[in-house]
């Protein structure tokens, strides 16, 4: 299967992953799903000899992530808000279904995307030119490894309706190709919200990775293994009182036992 992880087919497994993160970094993987190319799915009796059943049909990331969310919404976990990569980003269906929903998002967007703005459509990279420099806030969006991850950030209404925003991420610091690295997400919600908070949001994407990372740090088995990891991140938002879901921790260990020997008396 071909994994962008790898930039090339390996023998691996994909999987979308949801983790649930709340505003004081905690976060845990609460879910998952196998991806299944659309030619494993088409060859029943390939499925059949690797354990897969019949009513397991193809769908596509996106569609998994939908499987995951409704069912965290059924279970009741309290969640305000969906982040995702821009595999979940540029899926229409996928932000229909959740603005139907009511369910509020920050979700990334490529670079090349058409913006819908009141002047007309615009890429999203091409909005850059349109911020004025006043309008960028300077915000940590979560603590990393090395401190709070700092960038700079700004917030553009766009002519989709009402709730809908781009948000636009920019660097402190020239990247590889000595320009600053920028990035943007798509927002909706159906009450009004600060930059601040969509920020925190968008930072609430990097849970997925962390929890990985420290699952290979402590040594722990990945639920699905594989080398790409594509997350949906079910976030809460700042005010939210319900409970709050425990930090990934390493379980303790067991002791075994050796089996006992009988010595010859």
Same mark, same amino acid.
């Given at each position: 299967?071909?994994?962008?992880? %790898? ?18 970094? $905690? ?43 409704? +069912? ?5 976990? @309290? ?12 899926? @229409? ?10 369910? @509020?998002?920050?979700?990334?967007? %490529?670079?090349?995307?058409?913006i819908p ?22 915000? $940590? ?75 290979? +740090? ?29 930090r990934?921790? +390493? ?15």
């Amino acid at each position: 299967m071909y994994t962008g992880t %790898a930039g090339r087919v390996e023998n691996c497994q994909v999987g979308v992953f949801a983790a649930y993160v709340t505003p004081d970094g $905690s976060r845990a993987l609460i879910d998952r799903e196998l991806y299944l190319p659309e030619k494993w799915t088409d060859d029943r009796d390939r499925c059949r000899a690797a354990g897969i059943g019949d009513d397991v049909l193809f769908a596509t990331k996106p569609e998994l992530a939908w499987t995951m969310i409704s +069912r965290a919404r059924d279970a009741g976990i @309290p969640f305000s808000w969906v982040a995702g990569d821009e595999v979940y980003g540029g899926n @229409p269906k996928l932000r229909s279904r959740l603005e139907a929903g009511g369910i @509020p998002y920050v979700r990334a967007t %490529a670079c090349s995307d058409i913006i819908p703005l009141a002047a007309g459509g615009i890429r999203a990279d091409e909005v850059l030119a349109l911020i004025p420099q006043d309008s960028w806030q300077r915000l $940590s969006c979560a603590d990393g490894s090395k401190g709070p991850r700092l960038y700079d950030w700004a917030l553009i209404a766009t002519a989709e309706g009402p709730g809908h925003h781009l948000l636009v991420r920019r660097s402190l610091q020239p990247g590889e190709k000595g320009q600053l690295e920028t990035a943007f997400f798509g927002c909706w919600s159906p009450r009004p919200v600060t930059l601040p908070e969509l920020a925190a949001v968008a930072g609430a994407r990097w849970g997925i990775e962390d929890c990985f990372a420290e699952a290979k +740090r402590r040594g722990r088995p990945r639920p699905l293994p594989g080398p790409q990891v594509q997350g949906l991140v079910p976030a809460r938002h700042p005010g939210h009182d319900h409970p709050r879901f425990p930090r990934c921790r +390493r379980q303790g260990r067991q002791q075994r036992q050796r089996p006992r020997r009988s010595r010859p008396r």
